[in-house]
């Protein structure tokens, strides 16, 4: 079954044409127009500016992905959450390909693209139960799948993303946008131990998040300290990636001891982060986890179009005039 997926949810612009079956799902063509150079001057998305590009991009990657390809069996688009002027681009490209061409339309929710990145270019699949953390410059949530499509929120952020925290705390030290990767290569030849971050609500009894105080830590640390040879800037983003990694990995083992699922699964943007990854090795060895090829991390019309694939199975479509953006579209 030929899935067409789309994506413009934020800064990337993506479009994917996966075949799928019950082995599984391969990308038979795909590509990303990225915005990061465009919103990069402004220190981070701009939400106008992101939909004119996304505007201009939209029909032509269609034209790329569609060439000399048959027709698919379903669209899958993003149809939230996200910023809005992004979402009506995708949403509006597939309502008029799904009237045109006669194409059922699946309305897909970001997050559950993010779980599903982790079956892309992977021989396995998820098993359930699974535990889901989903990490990135807007989302950090703890899912539980008791069974496919059965979503139940364990806990979310209070305020901030830890990608956005990873990003406005680059800002803070003049590091280009997206800051997480810039942190993380800077970290990895620094100390963790040498500024000592709190770690929001790590010992609270609740599955929540909070990432706007250790920001505002930083930014206090920067106004009272210098960075310098005693502590040097490598030393300051690997103490920054340490605290958000702390939190993120006990909150999630926390999880874990509690639900025992049989996969757990890490996605979205910050789960390209190496010291995430390394220090659930440590604290789930033996476990089950997934994580997408680093390729999926980010946004992506791929784990859009495998998310769309098992709705399809379901005929969970969605009538080209019934299908809105909604930028809050909460998953459970
Ligand atoms: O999933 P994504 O592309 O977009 C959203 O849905 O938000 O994630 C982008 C976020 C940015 O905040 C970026 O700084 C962060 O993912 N990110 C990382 C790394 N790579 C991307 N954060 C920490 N370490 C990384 N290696
Ligand atoms: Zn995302």
Same mark, same amino acid.
């Given at each position: 079954?030929?899935?067409?997926?789309?994506?413009?949810?934020?800064?990337?612009?993506?479009?994917?044409?996966?075949?799928?079956?019950?082995?599984?799902?391969?990308?038979?063509?795909?590509?990303?127009?990225?915005?990061?150079?465009?919103?990069?001057?402004?220190?981070?998305?701009?939400?106008?500016?992101?939909?004119?590009?996304?505007?201009?991009?939209?029909?032509?990657?269609?034209?790329?992905?569609?060439?000399?390809?048959?027709?698919?069996?379903?669209?899958?688009?993003?149809?939230?959450?996200?910023l809005?002027?992004?979402?009506?681009?995708?949403?509006?490209?597939?309502?008029?390909?799904?009237?045109?061409?006669?194409?059922?339309?699946?309305?897909?929710?970001?997050?559950?693209?993010?779980?599903?990145?982790?079956?892309?270019?992977?021989?396995?699949?998820?098993?359930?139960?699974?535990?889901?953390?989903?990490?990135?410059?807007g989302?950090?949530?703890?899912?539980? *799948? =008791?069974? @496919? &499509?059965?979503?139940?929120?364990?806990?979310?952020?209070?305020?901030?993303? #830890? $990608?956005?925290?990873?990003d406005?705390?680059?800002?803070?030290?003049?590091?280009?946008?997206?800051?997480?990767?810039?942190?993380?290569?800077?970290?990895?030849?620094?100390?963790?131990?040498? *500024? =000592?971050f @709190? &770690?929001?609500?790590?010992?609270?009894?609740?599955?929540?998040?909070?990432? #706007? $105080?250790?920001?505002?830590?930083?930014?206090?640390?920067?106004?009272?300290?210098?960075?310098?040879?005693?502590?040097?800037?490598?030393?300051?983003?690997?103490?920054?990636?340490?605290?958000?990694?702390?939190?993120?990995?006990?909150?999630?083992?926390?999880?874990?001891?509690?639900?025992?699922?049989?996969?757990?699964?890490?996605?979205?943007?910050?789960?390209?982060n190496?010291?995430?990854?390394?220090?659930?090795?440590?604290?789930?060895?033996?476990?089950?986890i997934?994580?997408?090829?680093?390729?999926?991390?980010?946004?992506?019309?791929?784990?859009?179009?495998?998310?769309?694939?098992?709705?399809?199975?379901?005929?969970?479509?969605?009538?080209?005039?019934?299908?809105?953006?909604?930028?809050n579209?909460?998953?459970?």
């Open positions: 079954m030929l899935i067409l997926g789309i994506e413009s949810s934020c800064d990337d612009t993506s479009v994917a044409l996966l075949n799928c079956s019950s082995q599984g799902c391969v990308v038979v063509s795909e590509k990303t127009a990225s915005q990061i150079d465009i919103h990069k001057k402004y220190g981070g998305v701009v939400p106008e500016i992101a939909g004119r590009a996304h505007a201009e991009k939209i029909t032509p990657l269609i034209e790329l992905i569609l060439e000399n390809q048959p027709q698919p069996d379903a669209i899958a688009v993003t149809a939230g959450p996200g809005i002027t992004g979402l009506l681009v995708g949403v509006e490209a597939a309502r008029t390909l799904s009237y045109a061409l006669k194409i059922p339309v699946v309305a897909v929710n970001h997050i559950e693209g993010h779980i599903y990145s982790t079956e892309i270019a992977a021989d396995s699949k998820i098993e359930f139960p699974a535990l889901c953390l989903v990490v990135s410059g989302h950090t949530e703890l899912i539980l *799948i =008791k069974k @496919p &499509r059965q979503y139940k929120l364990l806990g979310a952020t209070r305020d901030d993303a #830890a $990608g956005e925290c990873f406005k705390v680059a800002k803070l030290v003049d590091l280009p946008y997206p800051g997480g990767p810039q942190i993380s290569k800077l970290g990895k030849n620094g100390n963790p131990q040498a *500024i =000592k @709190p &770690r929001p609500m790590i010992n609270d009894d609740n599955y929540n998040f909070s990432f #706007a $105080g250790l920001k505002t830590s930083a930014l206090y640390w920067l106004r009272d300290h210098k960075i310098n040879k005693k502590i040097t800037l490598e030393d300051f983003c690997a103490s920054l990636e340490q605290a958000i990694v702390d939190v993120l990995v006990s909150k999630t083992v926390k999880a874990v001891q509690e639900f025992r699922p049989k996969t757990i699964v890490v996605g979205g943007g910050v789960s390209a190496l010291k995430l990854r390394e220090t659930f090795a440590d604290a789930l060895s033996g476990s089950n997934k994580y997408p090829d680093l390729k999926y991390c980010m946004d992506n019309a791929a784990m859009i179009a495998v998310a769309g694939y098992y709705h399809t199975l379901k005929e969970d479509f969605t009538n080209w005039r019934n299908l809105k953006a909604d930028p579209w909460k998953i459970v």
